[in-house]
């Protein structure tokens, strides 16, 4: 068939469903990624650079194959092809990443790497096929060079429109409903179907196994350690999430790439962890010899310290702030996250401080999408908002999760927090969580030992060895502010400076 006498119809079509699955692919490729090495901004370049990358070399390739066989028939060839590599990504997705995760841990690298390699494998390739189709629908389209402006705007426009298309079905309504792998194999299947409309009656076979493909149970996203128990998974809104019951019994909630346990129901049922989250009960004695009247916890993730909170300080209110509310159906269902005033709120934690009336004496930050913290919650507006909602006397309490022997997130915050209260304390309670104090009162580790017996029993031995941990803050670190707060470069270059020290 000539380029004269290709139908404009069917090339249309499908530039449109081509437009559609590039875009919509590359979506689910970084939400592919999201259980592996966290959701980013970092993630996000380099998912949408090696996109680029691929679509361009696609670009330059596919013109030079249409220049030598400008048919319909050949064109709809790649998009089938394109069809299969994009069917393929979700069944290699999990051994692969599982791999990468496995062997950047030994030398532990940092996400930016690890996405970049994982990225360029998974999605390079069809990605490439899919930016040959644009050129050759360009050759097929075109009859008379009089003509190639308006034709070519035309294809443009349609696969602009259809790029749109796939951009809000995929982040709307195909991973929120059917999840990311059915996601690939749905956009897979829209461009099998339209190959069909230049191939022979025989390529009817690559849809219908992509449908029963579609309809096939997708089983588990990640499985659990020999041992443990997987007792519930989501793709949430907001990345990836599970609960897993240990062989000895302990839970943990586990998000992203699951580096970090972010709940922990212990196997008794006891309300003390022995980790960061214990922190929180006996802080607020370093400042006061009342339990706190209101607390606040943003990033709540399962409630390990709300739950602890409603156990130990039943008068004490709880305001519990999570932005994935599945998360806290996990707390309620697996955590036993409860209290007769325990308050959850569903919202992102910087506004909802904001929009909140204060008087708190206590604000505890936990918001961390392991290894990140969002940037605006290290910034000096954030910690002015946050000592602007406290109560007098009260005290702010931020988590900070690092890599074993690297201080710079913690100097940095230490700095930026420096630069808006007057007493900021550390409390190095594990190799990779140190516990930041910031008051304007006045704060310490000798009045925490002497109120001792202000507490629960079952809390003292956690004080005194609080109150022994408890120190002035670290020297240096830069202040951040929300103009300027790289954390993410930050923590990454922990990460690899860590990784070329153990190499040494």
């Given at each position: 068939?000539?380029?004269?006498?290709?139908?404009?119809?069917?090339?249309?079509?499908?530039?449109?469903?081509?437009?559609?699955?590039?875009?919509?692919?590359?979506?689910?490729?970084?939400?592919?990624?999201?259980?592996?090495?966290?959701?980013?901004?970092?993630?996000?370049?380099?998912?949408?650079?090696?996109?680029?990358?691929?679509l361009s070399v696609g670009y330059w390739v596919g013109g030079r194959a249409a220049d030598r066989n400008p048919s319909l028939r050949g064109l709809?060839?790649?998009?089938?092809?394109?069809?299969?590599?994009?069917?393929?990504?979700?069944?290699?997705?999990?051994?692969?990443?599982?791999?990468?995760?496995?062997?950047?841990?030994?030398?532990?690298?940092?996400?930016?790497?690890?996405?970049?390699?994982?990225?360029?494998?998974?999605?390079?390739v069809p990605v490439f096929v899919l930016g040959m189709i644009s050129p050759y629908a360009v050759r097929l389209s075109v009859a008379a060079v009089?003509?190639?402006?308006?034709?070519?705007?035309?294809?443009?426009?349609?696969?602009?429109?259809?790029?749109?298309?796939?951009?809000?079905?995929?982040?709307?309504?195909?991973?929120?409903?059917?999840?990311?792998?059915?996601?690939?194999?749905?956009?897979?299947?829209?461009?099998?179907?339209?190959?069909?409309?230049?191939?022979?009656?025989?390529?009817?076979?690559?849809?219908?196994?992509?449908?029963?493909?579609?309809?096939?149970?997708?089983?588990?996203?990640?499985?659990?350690?020999?041992?443990?128990?997987?007792?519930?998974?989501?793709?949430?809104?907001?990345?990836?999430?599970?609960?897993?019951?240990?062989?000895?019994?302990?839970?943990?909630?586990?998000?992203?790439?699951?580096?970090?346990?972010?709940?922990?129901?212990?196997?008794?049922?006891?309300?003390?962890?022995?980790?960061?989250?214990?922190?929180?009960?006996?802080?607020?004695?370093?400042?006061?010899?009342?339990?706190?009247?209101?607390?606040?916890?943003?990033?709540?993730?399962?409630?390990?310290?709300?739950?602890?909170?409603?156990?130990?300080?039943?008068?004490?209110?709880?305001?519990?702030?999570?932005?994935?509310?599945?998360?806290?159906?996990?707390?309620?269902?697996?955590?036993?996250?409860?209290?007769?005033?325990?308050?959850?709120?569903?919202?992102?934690?910087?506004?909802?401080?904001?929009?909140?009336?204060?008087?708190?004496?206590?604000?505890?930050?936990?918001?961390?999408?392991?290894?990140?913290?969002?940037?605006?919650?290290?910034?000096?507006?954030?910690?002015?908002?946050?000592?602007?909602?406290?109560?007098?006397?009260?005290?702010?309490?931020?988590?900070?999760?690092?890599?074993?022997?690297?201080?710079?997130?913690?100097?940095?915050?230490?700095?930026?927090?420096?630069?808006?209260?007057?007493?900021?304390?550390?409390?190095?309670?594990?190799?990779?969580?140190?516990?930041?104090?910031?008051?304007?009162?006045?704060?310490?580790?000798?009045?925490?030992?002497?109120?001792?017996?202000?507490?629960?029993?079952?809390?003292?031995?956690?004080?005194?060895?609080?109150?022994?941990?408890?120190?002035?803050?670290?020297?240096?670190?830069?202040?951040?502010?929300?103009?300027?707060?790289?954390?993410?470069?930050?923590?990454?270059?922990?990460?690899?400076?860590?990784?070329?020290?153990?190499?040494?």
């Open positions: 068939m000539t380029p004269a006498s290709a139908p404009i119809r069917r090339i249309l079509a499908i530039e449109f469903v081509v437009g559609m699955a590039a875009l919509g692919s590359e979506i689910a490729a970084a939400r592919l990624l999201a259980p592996y090495f966290g959701d980013s901004t970092l993630i996000w370049a380099n998912t949408i650079g090696t996109v680029l990358v691929a709809c060839r790649l998009v089938l092809i394109a069809s299969g590599l994009i069917a393929l990504v979700p069944f290699v997705a999990g051994p692969f990443l599982g791999e990468a995760v496995d062997a950047l841990d030994a030398i532990e690298a940092g996400a930016f790497v690890g996405s970049l390699i994982a990225v360029l494998v998974l999605i390079a009089e003509e190639a402006g308006t034709v070519t705007g035309r294809l443009w426009a349609v696969s602009t429109l259809g790029s749109l298309a796939g951009t809000f079905l995929s982040a709307l309504v195909l991973i929120p409903f059917a999840g990311t792998k059915r996601t690939f194999l749905i956009f897979a299947l829209a461009l099998a179907l339209v190959s069909l409309l230049g191939l022979a009656r025989r390529a009817v076979l690559a849809p219908i196994a992509l449908a029963i493909l579609v309809a096939l149970p997708v089983g588990t996203i990640k499985a659990a350690e020999p041992g443990d128990t997987l007792l519930d998974e989501a793709e949430t809104e907001y990345g990836y999430a599970r609960v897993v019951e240990k062989a000895s019994g302990d839970r943990w909630m586990e998000l992203n790439e699951g580096q970090a346990i972010h709940s922990l129901l212990p196997e008794d049922g006891s309300h003390l962890t022995g980790g960061y989250w214990d922190e929180p009960l006996v802080l607020p004695f370093a400042a006061s010899s009342k339990p706190p009247a209101r607390v606040a916890i943003l990033g709540n993730a399962g409630g390990t310290t709300a739950r602890a909170y409603g156990h130990y300080f039943p008068q004490t209110r709880v305001d519990a702030v999570e932005i994935d509310d599945e998360l806290t159906e996990m707390g309620r269902a697996y955590f036993d996250l409860r209290g007769e005033n325990l308050h959850t709120h569903t919202a992102d934690a910087r506004p909802w401080l904001r929009r909140s009336d204060g008087r708190f004496d206590l604000i505890v930050v936990d918001t961390y999408r392991q290894p990140y913290i969002p940037f605006y919650m290290t910034t000096r507006e954030f910690f002015e908002l946050a000592r602007d909602r406290l109560a007098p006397g009260g005290m702010v309490v931020i988590n900070v999760g690092h890599p074993e022997s690297s201080d710079d997130l913690e100097q940095v915050l230490s700095a930026t927090m420096d630069d808006v209260f007057a007493t900021v304390l550390r409390d190095p309670v594990q190799d990779t969580n140190t516990m930041l104090v910031g008051s304007d009162a006045a704060v310490s580790g000798e009045l925490l030992a002497e109120r001792v017996r202000d507490l629960p029993v079952e809390l003292r031995p956690v004080a005194l060895a609080t109150a022994a941990r408890l120190a002035p803050r670290l020297p240096g670190g830069r202040v951040y502010t929300d103009d300027v707060a790289p954390v993410e470069w930050l923590v990454d270059a922990s990460i690899v400076q860590v990784a070329s020290d153990g190499e040494r």
